[in-house]
T-cell receptor, first 115, second 113 residues
Framework: AQTVTQSQPEMSVQEAETVTLSCTYD???????LFWYKQPPSRQMILVIR??????QNATENRFSVNFQKAAKSFSLKISDSQLGDAAMYFC????????????FGKGTRLHILP | DGGITQSPKYLFRKEGQNVTLSCEQN?????MYWYRQDPGQGLRLIYY???????QKGDIAEGYSVSREKKESFPLTVTSAQKNPTAFYLC????????????FGQGTRLTVV
């Protein structure tokens, strides 16, 4: 069975600094999607970034980028120039490609931004 | 505007009563999901449906039931058999073909007293 593990329950970073959130996953599949979601205090889930496993290039969205290491089954999220609005829970998620299947989430990392 | 709507936002029920949480989407998505969120537990899958009139149990289906009679709707019933129903419930939908990420509703906070 596929699993997603986020080993950092909480992290803190100084405003304007860079922080990296870790995620590892376990799967026997070769083709899948990985996602990072943000959940601010409003509790609305927001997609931050998506990575397709068949693409070697790491996805980037403005200040957010990932380090996708397929062999190591690692998918970390880097947030550059951290802002107060980045404070939230961050969830890593996995989904098999081209299959009628569920989306599996990790337990989340709570990110605090220190002014 | 296309989106996914959960109602109500807050729900209070007495212990022993069944309660149904509503989830509607107008994104024309085939797949719909129900997750439960508890502190420190992340999002745990209750049920999911890939097509009308079909659904599968997730990791924590006991004490819950669902139906999928229409593509747009996926209501979740929390039955009296659910031992600890107080939680935050999130509904989501996704497409198999494009933008395969899940789109979420705003959630329902259920409190059983």
């Amino acid at each position: 069975a596929q699993t997603v593990t986020q080993s950092q329950p909480e992290m803190s970073v100084q405003e304007a600094e860079t922080v990296t959130l870790s995620c590892t996953y376990d799967t026997s599949e070769s083709d899948y999607y990985l996602f990072w979601y943000k959940q601010p205090p409003s509790r609305q889930m927001i997609l931050v970034i998506r990575q397709e496993a068949y693409k070697q290039q790491n996805a980037t969205e403005n200040r957010f980028s990932v380090n996708f290491q397929k062999a190591a089954k690692s998918f970390s999220l880097k947030i550059s120039d951290s802002q107060l609005g980045d404070a939230a829970m961050y969830f890593c998620a996995y989904r098999r490609r081209n299959r009628d299947d569920k989306i599996i989430f990790g337990k989340g990392t709570r990110l605090h931004i220190l002014p | 505007d296309g989106g996914i709507t959960q109602s109500p936002k807050y729900l209070f029920r007495k212990e022993g009563q069944n309660v149904t949480l509503s989830c509607e989407q107008n994104l024309n998505h085939d797949a719909m999901y129900w997750y439960r969120q508890d502190p420190g537990q992340g999002l745990r899958l209750i049920y999911y449906s890939q097509i009308v009139n079909d659904f599968q149990k997730g990791d924590i289906a006991e004490g819950y039931s669902v139906s999928r009679e229409k593509k747009e709707s996926f209501p979740l019933t929390v039955t009296s058999a659910q031992k600890n129903p107080t939680a935050f419930y999130l509904c989501a939908s996704s497409s198999h073909r494009v933008n395969t990420e899940a789109f979420f509703g705003q959630g329902t906070r259920l409190t059983v007293v």
